[in-house]
């Protein structure tokens, strides 16, 4: 047993870590429901196909990446690796075509297998929306605006930057595609060998490839900008124009791309230099045909995911919890048992110490960083009366046993409003 140690890619995640995902989740979910959007949670996993439809059967998560098993009804089952296809194929079984429009706040695990390193693991969490059934270009602004807003909640603002770009309609993609794969096509020797793969299925990812090669050779290739039409330009300077009257700070990235078919207009990302490599915090896009492209009607929509891990990593500690009371036995431990449970029923946090001698009790309560200690002596409990000892000021008194809830209230409540 001593040599049991989690899967590669995976990691327990203990109080502290688990308090600090809590609050990311948490200003997460409260800043998307200042915005309107209802939380929906879908299976961890799906039938296979869910995923290979959406994510492309040649893509890189489909073909290396998805965890993938057939169960014992002869099922082909996949761990989500992402949250946007299972919220799609949700809202066509659930028929939900009626509720348009639609704003959806998911949260949870995602589950890839990639080589693990900081920021990335095989067993990841993300918080992410979906607003479906609006094509005008005020769904992105409001999508873009909830991030911003999510990222400014958590402090972030100052250590992101906002990028996007337009992948303008089908029909300006199509030109922009058979542009850039004539391009490429002249410098195909040259290329690594992802990006040649590439060329055939999806010539627009080899704009996001990492070679240093490729990165020279696209340096010269046609620009998507140039390609679009009247109507997808004009969708594009209207969320510019909203960006611009919200305030919202953005550097406009000509080689921001997402290489599926269902993918058009704004794409998104906020980015962070303070992760090393992994310095996509959060990111989105409008995906207008994903959902005709699953068996349902068309209906469009724009999203987003952010990463638990790398936001908590930027955000560090959140800021002190509720601090607990603890509550001191000092011989028979059935009263402290009694009072502890009566300052839990008023709403207070109450700590009670199981064992040991005085010194050792407080200083667990100091470790606790409790705010007050209670302490329960013979003498005083027949008195009726209990030591209040304040672990901050060091200064402590004897107080009634009843009205004791009460009392802690007052001064909490006194020192919050203060």
Not at 201 to 213: H, I, Q, T, Y
Not at 296 to 304: D, H, K
Not at 335 to 359: D, Q
Request: hydrophobic content about 40%.
């Amino acid at each position: 047993m001593s040599n049991l140690q989690p899967v590669r890619g995976t990691h327990d995640l203990l109080p502290e870590e688990c308090r600090r995902h809590r609050r990311i989740e948490e200003v997460a979910l409260n800043a998307a429901r200042r915005y309107g959007f209802g939380e929906i949670l879908t299976p961890i996993f799906e039938f296979t196909e869910v995923f290979s439809r959406t994510l492309g059967e040649t893509s890189d998560v489909v073909t290396k990446e998805m965890y993938t098993f057939t169960d014992r009804s002869g099922d082909s089952l996949t761990l989500r690796p992402e949250g946007t296809a299972g919220v799609a194929r949700a809202f066509i079984s659930n028929g939900l075509a009626q509720s348009l429009p639609l704003k959806l706040f998911y949260r949870g695990p995602m589950f890839r297998h990639e080589r693990p390193q900081k920021g990335r693991l095989r067993q990841f969490h993300q918080v992410g929306v979906e607003l479906l059934g609006v094509e005008t270009p005020l769904a992105d602004i409001e999508v873009i605006a909830l991030a911003w807003r999510l990222l400014s909640d958590l402090g972030l603002a100052d250590k992101v930057k906002l990028e996007i770009n337009s992948l303008g309609d089908a029909d300006s993609r199509a030109e922009y595609r058979d542009a850039l794969t004539k391009y490429l096509s002249a410098y195909r020797a040259d290329l690594s060998e992802d990006s040649r793969n590439r060329l055939e299925r999806n010539p627009l990812r080899v704009l996001d490839s990492k070679d240093e090669g490729d990165r020279r050779i696209v340096a010269g290739a046609p620009r998507l900008g140039d390609y679009l039409n009247d109507y997808s330009r004009t969708f594009f300077t209207t969320l510019t124009a909203g960006l611009d009257s919200l305030g919202i700070p953005y550097t406009i990235s000509d080689g921001l791309v997402r290489g599926l078919d269902y993918y058009c207009h704004t794409v998104f990302e906020f980015t962070t230099t303070a992760l090393g490599s992994q310095g996509t915090v959060l990111a989105g896009g409008r995906y207008d045909e994903l959902i005709a492209q699953m068996g349902g009607q068309r209906t469009p929509g724009i999203g987003f995911a952010a990463g638990i891990e790398r936001l908590a990593m930027l955000a560090g500690d959140p800021p002190d919890t509720v601090r607990p009371i603890a509550v001191v036995p000092m011989g028979e431990p059935g009263p402290a048992m009694i009072v502890a449970e009566t300052l839990r029923r008023a709403g207070l946090v109450a700590e009670l110490g199981y064992s040991g001698n005085m010194k050792k009790r407080m200083a667990r309560a100091v470790k606790l960083n409790a705010r007050f200690a209670v302490i329960l002596g013979e003498d005083e409990a027949a008195r009726g009366a209990v030591t209040l000892r304040d672990l901050d000021a060091g200064t402590q008194d004897e107080v009634p046993l009843a009205g004791l809830d009460a009392l802690l209230l007052q001064r909490i409540e006194g020192e919050t409003a203060g």
